[in-house]
């Protein structure tokens, strides 16, 4: 038996010890799931819906418990996880509609009538990353589930807790055994067993664009579909004539919201010359209020990075770069790394132009609305992004022309569970939530019904 210690990040202390999966196994847990499968889409799409809506019942009947795990795990604070938490439940609601609303077409064509149905892929392969465990696995399971497929769950090693409670919470609710199965390893051995089987028909992953490409190689094998939602190196555009109070607080949470370990990030900030000096003043302000500590402490509006590892990789980035300000960490046990505003910096400088995942932003200025677009989507990311600016036409304007799957104007929030989140570019292929994740867990088919006599 192999075994792996899950590391709470505030404490360096050992959470839990789990048992691994062995990679010979996983031929077992697809056959299983693909039994499950078959049973599970052949059941009406009401009782799929009502099993999802006890889903989303239970993760609530669980939600403090599964809180302080998640902040425990992930170094998040409880407030944060709360939030996912809830997110979660909500993400279960809003798919339990979908098997009801699983729509196809009659298309009129001579000599009998066309229709097509939207058919489940089958066994479904989702691996997901330590950054927001809980929220991103609700996001892949809860559509996979209600198109009436199985699935196959590996979450990050170093935060696999909440996706094991989300699988016994959602058995105990009433999903079918073997329907959802959550596997514990690397990677670099069982990931990468998941997505060269041939059992498993899709895999949608949520990482790093280095992993996303030797998945999308290694799924060409089988020519398996693929989900990937990657990195982001996401601007936000800041004009003078924008609240600039709203865009420099919103910060917090846009870029040192979860110590900064968020791929929607607004890691590079743009501020018209103007308001520059302005602006970073506010910045400093909110930056030296920001509470970092004791993720479960109520106050807390930072905690540690997730690991030792990636701790010492944001402190690489920082290392020799022009920081402006900083804010305050701990001392002592804890992977704490404090919130810091890096300017002025090159448009070229490695922490301007790579994802570095931690509490680090770069400020830059510009002096016309052409120059800010082109510096902004000079990037092979293409994921999120923010335009603040009290001009409506502007910022439509702008919105249409950053390369970016998911902006905000005046605002920095990109995800929401009812609407289609992805990246352009190297930032990822195809969307997930809203409506449009359904497309990525079912198959059309097209029937013709003759109508001659």
């Given at each position: 038996?192999?075994?792996?210690?899950?590391?709470?990040p505030a404490t360096e202390s050992v959470l839990d010890t789990l048992e691994t999966t062995d990679v010979a196994e996983l031929d077992a847990i697809v056959a299983r799931a693909a039994k499950a499968q078959k049973l599970w889409a052949a059941r009406s799409p009401q009782y799929r819906g009502q099993v999802l809506l006890a889903v989303a019942a239970a993760i609530?009947?669980?939600?403090?418990?599964?809180?302080?795990?998640?902040?425990?795990?992930?170094?998040?604070?409880?407030?944060?996880?709360r939030g996912a938490v809830a997110g979660a439940a909500a993400t279960f609601r809003y798919y339990a509609a979908a098997p009801e609303r699983l729509l196809g077409h009659t298309i009129p064509v001579e000599g009998g009538v066309d229709m097509t149905f939207r058919e489940p892929i089958g066994v479904v392969g989702l691996i997901t990353p330590?950054?927001?465990?809980l929220t991103i696995?609700?996001?892949?399971?809860?559509?996979?589930?209600?198109?009436?497929?199985?699935?196959?769950?590996?979450?990050?090693?170093?935060?696999?807790?909440?996706?094991?409670?989300?699988?016994?919470?959602?058995?105990?609710?009433?999903?079918?055994?073997?329907?959802?199965?959550?596997?514990?390893?690397?990677?670099?051995?069982?990931?990468?067993?998941?997505?060269?089987?041939r059992g498993i028909g899709k895999i949608a992953f949520t990482g790093s664009t280095e992993v996303g490409k030797d998945i999308a190689q290694r799924a060409a094998g089988?020519?398996?579909?693929?989900?990937?939602?990657?990195?982001?190196?996401?601007?936000?555009?800041?004009?003078?004539?924008?609240?600039?109070?709203?865009?420099?607080?919103?910060?917090?949470?846009?870029?040192?919201?979860?110590?900064?370990?968020?791929?929607?990030?607004?890691?590079?900030?743009?501020?018209?010359?103007?308001?520059?000096?302005?602006?970073?003043?506010?910045?400093?302000?909110?930056?030296?209020g920001i509470v970092v500590g004791d993720p479960l402490d109520e106050s807390t509006q930072m905690g540690p990075l997730v690991s030792a590892g990636q701790a010492a990789r944001v402190r690489g980035y920082v290392?020799?770069?022009?920081?402006?300000?900083?804010?305050?960490?701990?001392?002592?046990?804890?992977?704490w790394v404090p919130p810091m505003v890096l300017h002025p910096i090159d448009d070229r400088h490695p922490a301007a132009r790579e994802e570095i995942f931690g509490p680090v932003v770069s400020v830059f200025a510009f002096d016309s609305e052409e120059e800010a677009l082109a510096r902004a989507n000079d990037t092979v990311y293409g994921l999120a992004g923010s335009i603040w600016t009290s001009d409506a036409a502007r910022s439509l304007r702008v919105a249409r022309a950053v390369d970016?799957?998911?902006?905000?104007?005046?605002?920095?929030?990109?995800?929401?569970?009812?609407?289609?989140?992805?990246?352009?570019?190297?930032?990822?292929?195809?969307?997930?939530?809203?409506?449009?994740?359904?497309?990525?867990?079912?198959?059309v088919k097209n029937v013709f019904f003759s109508t001659a006599g």
């Open positions: 038996m192999t075994t792996v210690d899950v590391i709470e609530e009947a669980n939600s403090e418990r599964l809180a302080r795990l998640e902040s425990r795990n992930v170094g998040m604070p409880i407030t944060e996880a330590w950054n927001y465990p696995a609700s996001w892949k399971v809860a559509p996979g589930l209600a198109a009436g497929n199985a699935i196959v769950l590996k979450p990050a090693e170093l935060t696999p807790l909440t996706a094991r409670e989300l699988a016994a919470i959602a058995t105990a609710a009433g999903l079918p055994e073997g329907l959802l199965t959550v596997l514990v390893g690397p990677g670099r051995t069982l990931g990468r067993a998941m997505v060269e089987h089988t020519l398996k579909r693929v989900t990937l939602e990657l990195g982001g190196k996401s601007a936000a555009l800041v004009f003078a004539d924008a609240d600039l109070d709203a865009a420099a607080s919103g910060l917090t949470g846009a870029v040192f919201g979860n110590s900064g370990q968020d791929c929607c990030a607004r890691s590079r900030v743009f501020v018209e010359r103007p308001a520059l000096e302005t602006f970073l003043a506010k910045l400093e302000k909110v930056v030296g290392d020799g770069a022009p920081v402006l300000f900083r804010g305050t960490a701990p001392d002592g046990p804890g992977y970016a799957g998911a902006l905000a104007v005046n605002s920095y929030t990109s995800v929401r569970i009812t609407t289609p989140f992805g990246g352009f570019k190297q930032s990822g292929l195809g969307r997930e939530l809203g409506p449009d994740a359904l497309d990525a867990y079912t198959e």
